[in-house]
């Protein structure tokens, strides 16, 4: 049954292989267990409700993934997005978690409107290259951001805007946890961002207890509790999320999920040699549907948008061709329900050391760009500069397309661009303009 429903044979892969590469999958980016809650609970959120729905979109999609597109791509709540939702929306814009989510659902509906009616490639294609880069690196370097700070590693100072934190514990814990997750990543272990969560936590909890100092770990009353289907599941207002000021919001999650997913599509594939003729993954369109479905779905369940991750690259390299890989992925998922109160123990500074590495992973895009062109340049450096500066990521992306165009005309080349990206940039300026 199984040969059948994957085309196990034809794409030259096994079970086993596909078992395989589906639970290095799952290690390579269970990081998002602990991460996501984390960050989205600095917008409100209760910790065991985002969990609850991490998993839940996680577990859906990928299986969706496998059965509807039959390729190995997981996917889960997307970092930089969850950035976007908790820092630039929520706390940034004063929007409430639940219009937040109601703007996450109705982002998805339109994914689900643009993917049948195949507008959503378009799209993509009218966007510069230079100005995805950009974006992408800038949302780097916004994680980098974030890692820092949940670590005190950087503070606020009213003299430089930021400073160095001091060697305090949380510091101290935070270098050593960064220490070893780098060495196991630069050995290329699965699982390295997971262990070194895990390695950074239990020193954590040491701290006050095997030596002085204030505990800052709580162990809970219980290690295992019931998901949490009441806090966030169904808890989006999509009618307050239709207003007018939510409007440049839902652009900046349209724009940069597509860009997220569309790229990591092709480079995966790219890798693994799953393209067509014109260098487009297999099953492209229905990759794209079920992308769409998980954003869809996150609103719903309480999670910013779910999107395709490029982690799955680790369980192509071991050999992962189809879409058993990605089922076996979000099965995977499914058992952590019950073992909220035991991620609730993660501390900020644990977390620190994946979102600084995820930032670096982001960052090295950045090498593609043609910096000797001004005209490819300065988008992606706008794209990378105003993203962690501004604190904002609808910033950095609007800027970067509206300068692009700008570059275009000053150098007499309007007829390089389409129509599309006009457009495009008419809703950049108009989310600059309500933000």
């Known amino acids: 049954m199984l040969q059948k429903l994957f085309k196990l044979k034809e794409n030259q892969t096994d079970i086993q292989t596909e078992i395989l590469a589906g639970v290095t999958t799952f290690l390579t980016m269970a990081y998002i267990l602990a991460v996501n809650p984390m960050i989205l609970s600095d917008a409100g959120l209760p910790f065991a409700g985002v969990l609850t729905a991490t998993i839940l979109v996680a577990a859906i999609s990928s299986v969706l993934m496998g059965l509807v597109a039959n390729l190995p791509f997981a996917l889960a709540p997307g970092m930089g997005i969850n950035a976007f939702f908790t820092y630039s929306m929520v706390l940034g814009m ?34 510069p290259q230079c100005v995805r880069l950009g974006v992408a690196a800038g949302i780097g370097l916004f ?27 949380t510091v101290l814990i935070f270098l050593v946890g960064f220490g070893l997750t780098l060495f196991l990543e630069n050995r290329k272990t699965h699982g390295s961002l997971l262990l070194g969560i895990i390695f950074t936590t239990l020193l954590a909890f040491a701290h006050g207890r095997l030596w002085s100092g204030t505990p800052f770990v709580e162990v809970p009353k219980a290690f295992v509790a019931s998901p949490d289907f009441s806090s966030v599941f169904f808890q989006l207002d999509i009618m307050a999320a239709l207003s007018y000021g939510v409007l440049g919001a839902i652009f900046t999650l349209l724009f940069t999920d597509m860009f997220d997913s569309i790229s990591t599509f092709l ?6 040699n799953m393209v067509d003729e014109n260098g487009e993954p297999h099953n492209f369109n229905q990759a794209l549907l079920v992308d769409a479905i998980s954003t869809t779905i996150s609103g719903l369940f309480g999670s910013s948008s779910g999107t395709t991750y490029v982690e799955s690259a680790a369980g192509v ?16 998922f499914i058992p952590f329900l019950w073992f909220a109160p035991v991620l609730q123990m993660i501390p900020a500074c644990a977390v620190a050391p994946a979102l600084v590495l995820v930032g670096f992973f982001m960052l090295r895009i950045i090498a593609q760009v043609d910096w000797k062109s001004y005209e490819e340049g300065i988008p992606a450096f706008v794209g990378l500069a105003m993203i962690p500066f501004t604190y904002s990521i609808n910033q950095g992306i609007s800027w970067s397309l509206i300068s692009f165009l700008l570059l275009k005309m000053f150098n007499g080349k309007i007829k390089e661009t389409s129509p599309v990206l006009w457009v495009v940039v008419v809703f950049a300026a108009l989310a600059l303009y309500l933000s």
């Open 94 to 127: 004063g929007i409430p978690w639940q219009t937040a989510l109601g703007a996450v659902f109705i982002s998805g509906v339109i994914f689900l409107l643009m993917t049948v009616f195949r507008l959503r490639e378009a799209i993509v294609r009218a966007i």
């Open 143 to 169: 994680l980098c951001l974030l890692g820092l700070k949940s670590a005190s590693f950087i503070i606020a100072s009213p003299a430089t805007l930021v400073k160095f934190g001091g060697f305090t514990p």
């Open 267 to 272: 480079g995966v594939a790219s890798v693994a």
């Open 317 to 332: 390299e071991q050999g992962g061709r189809t879409g058993m890989t990605a089922v076996v992925t979000g099965l995977l």
